[in-house]
């Protein structure tokens, strides 16, 4: 099982905001990371860090945390944003081990 | 532009070992960064299995440790994935991937190969 939790699915209206969380207490200490997976492909980077987007990543994308939740939000959904996100963070045992959370399917309707 | 390419046997026996290399291109591992491996079995997520820093610092995931090495070879800009006594549990898409500093995300990926355990 997951040491980050994520919800496994959820769905979005064409052009509203969807929220994708995460919970766990490595996000105490350290930011997550955000990846959007499309079938066949490998995984893309679009957070990083408080709240930063590699280049090339649309800004309708951004991150925040709280507590023990991370957040990817999605501003104003596109078609091409239907995928599975996953989180990922280092543990908080100072030995530079990481985990991801089980990820979460968007559905965009 | 950094490329990661993943390399190695499709196929492998059960109690076998897997062996895989990652060769990077457009960047030289030995000037610094983590370099991972990220498993996802068929219809599954991801699973972090493992790193190393440029220098030969390796970090393992607790689960795999007891089975798993990780490799680099500066000299060829190549790491490399060892897992032994392999089951079908190990059957699943092979990532690597580099992280360049511990705070920042896993910002290139490697394709992906196949690996099934099989006899």
């Known amino acids: 099982s997951s040491e980050l939790t994520q919800d496994p699915a959820v769905s979005v209206a064409l052009g509203q905001t969807v929220r994708i969380t995460c919970q766990g207490d490595?996000?105490?200490?350290?930011?997550a990371s955000w990846y959007q997976q499309k079938p066949g492909q490998a995984p893309v980077l679009v957070i990083f860090?408080?709240?930063d987007r590699p280049s090339g990543i649309p800004d309708r994308f951004s991150g925040s945390s709280s507590g023990n939740t991370a957040s990817l939000t999605i501003t104003g959904a596109q078609a091409e944003d239907e995928a599975d996100y996953y989180c990922?963070?280092?543990?908080?045992?100072?030995?530079?081990?990481?985990?991801f959370g089980g990820g979460t399917k968007l559905t965009v309707l | 532009q950094v490329q990661l390419q993943e390399s190695g046997p499709g196929l492998v026996k059960p109690s076998e070992t897997l062996s895989l290399t990652c060769t990077v291109s457009?960047?030289?591992?030995?000037?610094?960064?983590?370099w991972g491996w990220i498993r996802q079995p068929p219809g599954k997520g991801l699973q972090w299995i493992g790193s190393?820093?440029?220098?030969?610092?390796?970090y393992y995931n607790p689960s795999l440790k007891s089975r798993v090495t990780i490799s680099v070879d500066t000299s060829k800009n190549l790491f490399s994935l060892k897992v032994t006594s392999v089951t079908a549990a190990d059957t699943a898409v092979y990532f690597c991937?580099?992280?360049?500093?511990?705070?920042?995300?896993?910002?290139?990926w490697g394709q992906g190969t196949l690996v099934t355990v099989s006899s």
């Open positions: 860090g408080k709240n």
């Open positions: 490595f996000l105490r200490s350290y930011y």
């Open positions: 457009g960047y030289s591992i030995s000037s610094g960064y983590y």
């Open positions: 190393v820093y440029h220098s030969g610092n390796t």
């Open positions: 990922n963070s280092r543990d908080s045992s100072g030995n530079h081990l990481e985990v």
């Open positions: 991937a580099r992280r360049p500093i511990a705070a920042a995300g896993l910002d290139f």
